[in-house]
């Protein structure tokens, strides 16, 4: 895995077409916590190859902050991924924190991955686990196989969910993918997002929502966002500037929530070393060790979005 970008947050992670110049340039100077430059689905199969050397001097000669910084290859159902994976990491792979692969169906897809990339590190003088991968869910045979895959590499630093592929996979009788299906009494990602979350939280992995395609419509990302934030998602992709901007504050914990938890933490740490108690109440409400756990959860998640205490 990548030291580096291992727990930077991602509450927002900009989806940029790794063959248009123009995104490419202003990809930076978006307020996003990571950035992918995708060779994928955003770009036509006619300039997949032309675009490699496109998003490598993206990586070299634009000014990037500390954000995570990845390029989102091409399927191993394609002809694409080797030369993606030798051509951007060859040349670019100092900088860059991760690289994603989408449409993963099976662990052996991410372990293959894992080879490749131990194969160029060594080739460019890179150290090995340099890079780290997101692995995208977005068919049905990756999802049966989400727990495999999410334990197939000491790379992986995410899983995500794709849901415009998924929708299509699962041959659902929609022609937007990511957004509400009024008919549906309920949510019908429900199951998807919660077996992802497990399985990614059950091997240290942040967990990521994909796309929301009506970009215009802010208000319903953000109501549609709320899905994956209260189950306990890390962020979900953006692909404009102003849908960044929603999914910083929606991924983010409130002020009031994060003085809370520090509260509950040092009335916790009180009950324990002084009082010799485990269990006591805080206000309305008991407290006990796995309070302390969630309020840690809040804190941790504070400090990654750049909250500070409140004084007094
Ligand atoms: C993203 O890649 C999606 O298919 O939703
Ligand atoms: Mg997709």
């Known amino acids: 895995m990548s030291a580096r970008s291992r727990d930077l947050p991602r509450r927002s992670c900009l989806s940029t077409p790794g063959a248009t110049e123009k995104f490419?340039?202003?990809?930076?100077?978006?307020?996003?916590?990571?950035?992918?430059?995708?060779?994928?689905?955003s770009v036509a199969p006619l300039e997949k190859v032309a675009a490699r050397a496109k998003v490598v001097d993206a990586i070299k000669n634009l000014t990037w902050d500390e954000r995570v910084l990845c390029v989102r290859i091409n399927a191993w159902d394609t002809e694409w991924t080797y030369g993606d994976v030798i051509e951007v990491v060859g040349n670019a792979g100092e900088r860059l924190d991760e690289v994603m692969l989408p449409k993963v169906q099976s662990a052996a897809e991410?372990?293959?991955?894992?080879?490749?990339?131990?194969?160029?590190?060594?080739?460019?003088?890179?150290?090995?686990?340099?890079?780290?991968?997101e692995a995208q869910i977005?068919?049905?045979?990756?999802?049966?196989?989400?727990?495999?895959?999410?334990?197939?590499?000491?790379?992986?630093?995410?899983?995500?969910?794709?849901?415009?592929?998924?929708?299509?996979?699962?041959?659902?009788?929609?022609?937007?993918?990511g957004v509400a299906i009024p008919e549906?009494?309920?949510?019908?990602?429900?199951?998807?997002?919660?077996?992802?979350?497990?399985?990614?939280?059950?091997?240290?992995?942040?967990?990521?929502?994909?796309?929301?395609?009506?970009?215009?419509?802010?208000?319903?990302?953000?109501?549609?966002?709320?899905?994956?934030?209260?189950?306990?998602?890390?962020?979900?992709?953006a692909l404009t500037p102003d849908q960044a901007a929603v999914l910083n504050e929606v991924y983010s914990p409130t002020q009031e929530q994060f003085d809370r938890a520090f509260d509950i933490l040092d009335a916790y740490a009180r009950a324990t070393e002084e009082d010799r108690k485990g269990a006591v109440m805080f206000g309305d409400e008991m407290i006990d060790e796995a309070s302390r756990k969630m309020a840690t959860k809040f804190v941790t998640r504070g400090e990654r979005a750049g909250l500070t205490r409140s004084s007094g």
Request: hydrophobic residues 45%; charged residues 20%; proline residues 5%.
């Open 184 to 237: 549906y009494p309920g949510d019908h990602f429900h199951y998807v997002f919660s077996k992802i979350l497990m399985a990614g939280r059950a091997n240290g992995l942040q967990v990521i929502d994909g796309p929301y395609l009506y970009v215009r419509n802010l208000d319903g990302l953000r109501e549609f966002a709320q899905r994956t934030r209260v189950l306990g998602y890390d962020g979900k992709w």
């Open 110 to 133: 991410v372990v293959a991955l894992d080879l490749l990339l131990t194969q160029v590190e060594k080739n460019c003088g890179l150290p090995v686990g340099h890079v780290g991968i």
């Open 138 to 177: 977005e068919t049905t045979r990756g999802l049966i196989n989400v727990e495999e895959i999410c334990a197939a590499s000491p790379r992986l630093e995410t899983i995500i969910f794709g849901p415009a592929d998924f929708a299509a996979s699962m041959e659902m009788p929609v022609l937007t993918g």
């Open 24 to 41: 490419l340039a202003k990809a930076p100077t978006v307020a996003a916590d990571m950035t992918f430059l995708d060779l994928e689905d």
